[in-house]
């Protein structure tokens, strides 16, 4: 098989699935954004994935993306899902329409003094970790606190929350929690409707619990070469 069939045919089988995760959710298809996610892939396997008609692309380094994006067409919506640093957030910020992980206030303050004419979209990141923030996301203790210092930042729009499902509790209680974490949360901050879960992994059981961007790289593009 080429790379542009296999593509083709693992894309198909992950829509596919998305597709019947709705319909035993009772979600309606349009509820749900699907993210591809392009880290450490060729351009060329990206240009494919925009002839299939995908246009939202998840990566996770600057460096390796705003190189990405001068050679792709402008209607892709680029995606930041990696842990930031603050010193590279000009530059997320120059690509990055979404970016996924702020977990401190001091990126979000970055992106309030970096916007241009159009504010940033956000999700805040929440740990689901034991201990919490081990690997990235804020303490879910202390996410209320987080957003309501974000959320009076001008020119940074909460769209929602995401999260990592913990490695060694790969288990429903993960999703769950996270969608008790996120009806709370959308008490509070209305407009944070969105809740980006869901990986190659999980993502029907993310559908399950009320995810609306799912980041699926592997299970469309295959195994990546380094651990990212
Ligand atoms: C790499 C990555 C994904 C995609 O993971 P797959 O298992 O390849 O689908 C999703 N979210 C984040 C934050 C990632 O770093």
């Known amino acids: 098989m080429n790379r542009q069939d296999e593509i083709k045919s693992n894309l198909k089988i992950v829509q596919d699935r998305i597709s019947i995760a709705c319909k035993s959710a009772g979600r309606g298809l349009e509820e749900i954004k699907l993210i591809a996610v392009t ?9 494919i994935l925009y002839s299939l008609g995908i246009r939202d692309f998840g990566e996770n380094r600057d460096q390796e993306a705003s190189k990405k994006s001068v050679e792709l067409p402008k209607d892709i919506n680029w995606h930041f899902q990696g842990q930031i640093q603050s010193n590279k957030l000009k530059s997320i910020c120059s690509w990055a329409k979404f970016i996924h992980s702020v977990d401190q206030i001091k990126h979000a303050q970055l992106i309030s003094d970096l916007r241009t004419d159009s504010a940033k979209s956000i999700f805040i990141q ?35 929350l995401m999260a990592v499902a913990p490695i060694d509790n790969p288990g429903t209680q ?34 399950l619990h009320g995810a609306t961007h799912l980041r699926i790289g592997s299970s469309i593009l295959g195994k990546r070469d380094q651990l990212q």
């Open 174 to 207: 993960a999703f769950v929690n996270l969608q008790r974490i996120h009806n709370l949360f959308k008490s509070k901050f209305p407009q944070a409707k969105y809740l980006s879960a869901g990986m190659s992994g999980d993502y029907e059981m993310a559908i």
């Open 39 to 47: 880290k450490t892939f060729a351009v060329e396997d990206l240009k």
């Open 126 to 160: 929440v740990s689901l970790d034991d201990p919490p923030e081990s690997r990235g996301g804020v303490d879910p203790d202390k996410l209320e606190e987080l957003a309501s210092k974000v959320s009076r930042l001008p020119g940074v729009v909460i769209q929602g």
